[in-house]
């Protein structure tokens, strides 16, 4: 445990209460600015033109009839765009710039994928921009592209390495192969997916201001300022404090927000070469080429059991498509390895170079998929022993984390799975597959564990505490929409004992304490964390000038023997020995007075020496305990029997995630993870042409996400747990696990209600009648 | 988008006038897919004549049958009591189409000219022997998931989007038309659209200037005791995989007439006479349904994503029929 101070619950206070969103009011009356709703003087207008081929070389382009158009400013191509002072196309240069693709178009006369950009557009109205960038005339000198990794002309191999040299790409604990080939149950199984793209409501958008030749602002609608500001400085060769990145407010991201896209990089560039500020919003079908994507990937999954039903072996291999540059796939393998106590474990990648896109980390990304592997094999194995499943889960029960050796820091799955059984009515459930009807509909539940790691993460806050009883409090984070400013700013009231209607929470600037990306779960706890440290460092402050003012009724205590509770400072040991913040701030006319600190999360907090040192792969390792929220997943589904459609009609997630900052806006994460996960599994795809290597449904009518029709009523419950090895807060954060193992519990009740194994997701109805139902 | 002209017609007669001295301009009323295609560079057009100030009102039921102007809005019709009780068909496939908002704005007229939602159409990135005429036809070795296994051709096999059409070619519906010279024509609806043949890009018989102004449908047995089932990837939404529009009259377990139309599968909305043939004289049972079903796909001619569409078009006809036998 650290010896930084814990939070405790405050008597009355406001963490953990269902809060309404404190920023609500601003976004429905339309006065929450996001990034493409700043109207800067002398404002233009961006938009791109991008390439119908997938691969080949631009011959020539003709911006005459373009130029010429009304209220053109510019058309930049890669022949007069400034150049940017690094690019990523290079390892040095991808690593300088933190950017998530090792490419920037305009850069090159080059097509690598469809829809690439080959010119932006400037003019003095979107209207006129978006009419003159049908008239830029490009010839080009196509090639045959290739689409994908089933493509013949692929070429699959080994990356060593994956998520961009983030995780290991070979993984072996044990004797796997040997232990799979002398289980008496072997369970081999393929699970596939397509392309899924984020689809967050808000579009990528960037407004681009150069306030001076070397002073740069950019609003941006990003999951991370910092991360933005250090790819911008890097690209731009400006110092990274002559970069400012302001998001005040995200419609959300889903991942494809969490780096800076080549579109970012180009309206920065573009309104520098018009010397006006430039805006520019992606297009729906955009977003599908623009912002990455989950990539299309096939999982083995090889389970060796004993005839009791006990792991022996876990062999996971995954193949995937990666983009020309890059060697990006999701980490399947880590939840594979983590969830049941196997005693040997084997995961490999192969890659293959086809004409699309890096893709990018997607909400859970490797959990999700991965879990979807495992949980199936789980429910498989179950089936195949007539055992329920979540007997089997429990069968494997992993005590400590098989994968590190490490103990948990803590751990709630049985009791989700205990609670989840009981919200759900689990009891009632048939135990053969196939045997429940309803009319003309299967019905089927089936369930699947969840789990998300706690990653290593930190960040800066600053709190203002004012003699007047108000407080300013600033961390550079970002609210995705899913109630940072609102969690924060009860943590900050609590932590400085005043009402919440004295706090403001200030995030989304650059100029602000630095936090990092609101991505992998980690921006609750972490900028929570430091929040109250950040208070905390306010209290000493104000101890300190307590301590030696002689009006003071604590005048020549020890510093350390004064506590604060509801914003009175008092001898710990005789409580009635004390004052109000206010009054000793007024006596010695502070008016105002500032703590910082910096928050840590995950091993970085339980072992902050061993986290600097480690390797960066094996940072989340760094301390003694393996830190992870689990949770577990309950589906009916009903299955028309005649047409093959499924519908969800019954859910319940019960997940042991730590504190729970705030019971309402936990609840509707947790929600919107699942429903995400239930698109998924039942129909988001986006289908890419096998010799135009292009998209063929890249709009939301043809990409289908859930209406409210499709989703029952939902109920969601949190374990109590106290985690005091991760952050000051105990906090472990629920944006992904929220989705991982959903597909699973999903295609679980499928089974369930039909007797038929479905692994090649979206499970749409022609994949459940070509199954073959029965009658 | 380019640049475009826009009037609002006075009369039939001017807007008629307006659009047949133009051979790039179009009529429009809701805009819900029109706008869609102009933005997306699909169509282009010089001027846009607005029928919204016309009076092609109306949902008129009388003892021959129903008479619906062309400007009346999907969401309007589809709700209409005399609609609802008499041809629930036609309420049925207009409540299952698109979203409430879309359909408070979309005119019944627009939906019989909507376009296709195939995916190569609707982008001008790839060849399309519908938006431009001998560029080819990706979609017949591509992603043909959705697309048509009835009335297809090597140059075309774009499903035809709309469910309205659906009901209305099962129910016999008839089209009137106007031209500049202010003469009507009654076109049947079944005869109106064109299979695509070599020339996709006709898609029905609609003649420069010439205006849909209502649509008529005859009163049967069979349209009261009428059903709409559409099959689709989510619960609303989404277009049909395959739908089916179905009428029965039973006269004492026996069925005296029948009316069975598909959608999702036809690059027209799709009648089989051969089903409602087999189904007449027959006892209204699932057996009759099935034997009567599989005679709709006898000439389907599935590609490689679609192959699917024979099998559930079957199993949406006998379920529909299910549905008004019940």
Redesign the interface.
């Known amino acids: 445990m650290s010896s930084e101070p814990q939070f405790s619950d405050q008597p009355g206070g406001f963490v953990g209460k269902p809060l309404v969103r404190v920023e609500g009011r601003e976004k429905v009356t339309g006065k929450a600015k996001y990034a493409a709703e700043f109207a800067l003087p002398g404002l233009t207008y961006g938009v791109l033109a991008t390439s119908?081929?997938a691969k080949g070389k631009i011959q020539s382009i003709d911006t005459t009839a373009a130029a010429k158009e009304l209220g053109v400013i510019a058309v930049l191509t890669h022949q007069n765009l400034p150049k940017l002072a690094k690019t990523p196309d290079t390892p040095e240069g991808k690593k300088d710039t933190n950017a998530p693709m090792g490419f920037m178009p305009l850069t090159s006369d080059e097509i690598f994928y469809?829809?690439q950009p080959v010119a932006l557009v400037v003019a003095d109205t979107l209207?006129h921009a978006?009419?003159a960038a049908?008239l830029v005339k490009v010839t080009y000198a196509p090639q045959k592209p290739i689409a994908d990794f089933h493509d013949p002309k692929a070429e699959l191999f080994d990356p060593e390495k994956v998520q961009d040299g983030k995780q290991k790409g070979h993984t072996k604990r044990g004797e796997p192969q040997a232990a799979f080939a002398s289980s008496p149950i072997q369970l081999t199984a393929t699970y596939t997916h397509p392309v899924y793209n984020h689809n967050p409501m808000e579009p990528g958008s960037t407004t681009a201001h150069w306030e001076a030749a070397d002073r740069l602002t950019v609003y941006e609608s990003t999951q991370g300022v910092t991360r933005t500001q250090s790819t911008l400085s890097a690209m731009t060769g400006l110092p990274r404090e002559q970069v400012r990145v302001i998001t005040k407010y995200l419609g959300g991201g889903f991942g494809c927000k969490g780096s800076t896209w080549p579109h970012t990089v180009l309206t920065v560039q573009a309104a520098k070469a018009v010397g006006r500020p430039v805006k520019l919003m992606l297009t729906r079908?955009q977003m599908f080429t623009s912002m990455g994507h989950r990539e299309d990937q096939s999982q083995v999954m090889k389970l060796g059991a004993s005839a009791d039903g006990k792991i022996t072996s876990l062999i996971h291999t995954k193949q995937s498509t990666t983009s020309p540059w890059d060697n990006y796939a999701e980490p399947n393998s880590k939840i594979v390895d983590l969830l049941y106590a196997s005693p040997s474990f084997e995961s490999s990648y192969e890659l293959a170079r086809a004409n699309v896109m890096t893709s990018t980390f997607m909400r859970a990304p490797g959990e999700a998929p991965g879990s979807f592997a495992i949980e199936c094999s789980m429910d498989d194995l179950a089936a195949r022993l007539g055992v329920d499943p979540i007997e089997i889960r429990l069968r494997n029960y992993a005590d400590h984390d098989y994968g590190t050796g490490q103990q948990w820091s803590s751990k709630s799955l049985k009791q989700c799975y205990t609670r989840g059984a009981e919200l759900f009515g689990w009891s009632k459930r048939n135990p053969k597959a196939g045997a429940t009807r309803d009319g003309?509909y299967f019905v089927g539940m089936g369930m699947a564990s969840a789990s998300y790691p706690v990653h290593n993460s930190q960040g800066t806050a600053r709190a203002r505490l004012y003699a007047d009883g108000h407080a300013v409090v600033q961390a550079g984070a970002t609210d995705l929409g899913t109630g940072t400013y609102t969690v924060m700013t009860q943590v900050a009231a609590d932590s400085l004992g005043l009402p919440i209607e004295k706090v403001r929470f200030e995030l989304g600037d650059t100029q602000l304490p630095t936090a990092p990306n609101s991505g992998g779960s980690v921006a609750a706890g972490t900028v929570s964390s430091s929040i109250f440290l950040a208070c905390q460092d306010v209290w000493q402050k104000l101890i300190k000038a307590a301590v030696i003012d002689k009006k003071s009724p604590l005048y020549r205590a020890k510093p350390e023997d004064v506590t604060v509770e509801k914003g009175r400072l008092f001898l710990k040991k005789d409580p009635k020995k004390g004052e109000a913040f206010g009054e000793l701030m007024k006596r010695g006319e502070i008016t105002d007075i500032e703590g910082m600190a910096q928050g840590k999360y995950g091993s970085g907090y339980e072992d902050a020496a061993a986290a600097k040192n480690a390797d960066p792969t094996q940072k989340d390792q760094a301390g003694h305990h393996s830190m992870h929220s689990f949770g577990a997943h309950f589906c009916e589904v009903r299955v028309d029997m005649?047409?093959?459609?499924i519908?969800v009609s019954k859910w319940v997630s019960v997940i042991g995630a730590g504190r729970i900052l705030n019971a309402q806006t936990a609840r509707s994460q947790i929600i919107g993870g699942a429903i995400f996960g239930i698109g998924s599994a039942?129909?988001e795809e986006t289908?890419r042409?096998?010799?135009?290597s292009?998209?063929?449904?890249?709009?939301l009518?043809?990409y289908?996400v859930?209406?409210?029709?499709?989703i029952p009523n939902m109920t969601v419950e949190f374990v109590e747990e106290h985690d005091p090895y991760i952050n000051a807060m105990g906090v472990k954060g629920i944006g992904e696990i929220a989705m991982v193992g959903v597909a699973a519990a999903v295609a679980n009740a499928v089974y369930h209600a039909t007797g038929k194994r479905l692994r090649d997701l979206?499970l749409?109805?022609?994949k459940v009648?070509?199954a073959g139902l029965p009658s | 988008?380019?640049?475009f002209a826009y009037t609002q017609a006075a009369s039939t007669k001017e807007a008629a006038t307006a659009t047949q001295s133009d051979k790039h301009a179009a009529f429009i009323s809701g805009g819900t897919s029109l706008i869609d295609l102009m933005k997306s560079?699909i169509e282009q057009h010089s001027l846009l004549v607005d029928l919204n100030k016309l009076s092609l009102l109306g949902v008129e039921n009388s003892a021959t049958g129903l008479r619906i102007g062309a400007l009346e809005r999907m969401s309007d019709v589809g709700e209409h009591p005399l609609v609802v009780q008499n041809y629930p068909v036609i309420s049925q496939s207009l409540l299952a189409s698109a979203s409430p908002q879309l359909r408070n704005m979309a005119s019944m007229g627009g939906n019989l000219l909507q376009r296709t939602?195939c995916?190569?159409f609707?982008?001008?990135?790839?060849p399309c022997n519908k938006r431009v005429p001998g560029s080819g036809c990706?979609a017949q070795?591509?992603?043909n998931?959705t697309l048509a296994i009835l009335g297809g051709s090597t140059s075309c096999i774009a499903t035809h989007a709309s469910d309205l059409c659906v009901a209305l070619v099962a129910l016999e519906a008839k089209l009137t038309l106007e031209n500049a010279k202010g003469a009507t024509r009654t076109v049947p609806l079944a005869d109106f659209y064109k299979l695509p043949g070599k020339t996709p890009h006709i898609e029905n018989q609609l003649q420069p200037g010439e205006l849909i102004t209502a649509i008529t449908i005859p009163a049967a047995a069979h349209a009261r005791k009428s059903h709409y089932l559409k099959?689709?990837?989510?619960?609303?939404?989404?277009?049909a995989?395959v739908s089916a529009a179905v009428g029965l009259d039973v006269q004492g377990g026996t069925i005296r007439s029948a009316r069975v139309a598909l959608g999702g599968v036809g690059t027209v909305p799709w009648r089989v006479p051969a089903v409602e043939k087999a189904l007449v004289g027959k006892a209204a049972t699932e057996d009759t349904f099935r034997a009567a079903a599989a005679l709709a796909v006898r000439d389907a001619a599935p590609r490689e994503h679609n192959k699917?569409k024979i099998?559930?078009a079957q199993?949406?006809i006998?379920?529909a029929l299910l549905e008004v036998a019940a």
Do not use: K
């Open positions: 119908p081929i469809a829809a209207e978006t009419h049908t079908p003309r005649d047409l093959g459609t519908r039942l129909m289908v042409d096998p010799h135009y292009r998209y063929t449904n890249a709009d009518a043809s289908h859930p209406v409210n029709a499709d979206p749409t109805p022609d009648l070509m | 988008m380019n640049n560079n939602r995916g190569y609707r982008d001008v990135a790839f990706p070795d591509g992603d998931r099959v689709r990837d989510r619960a609303s939404y989404a277009y995989l699917f099998e559930l199993r949406t006998v379920r």
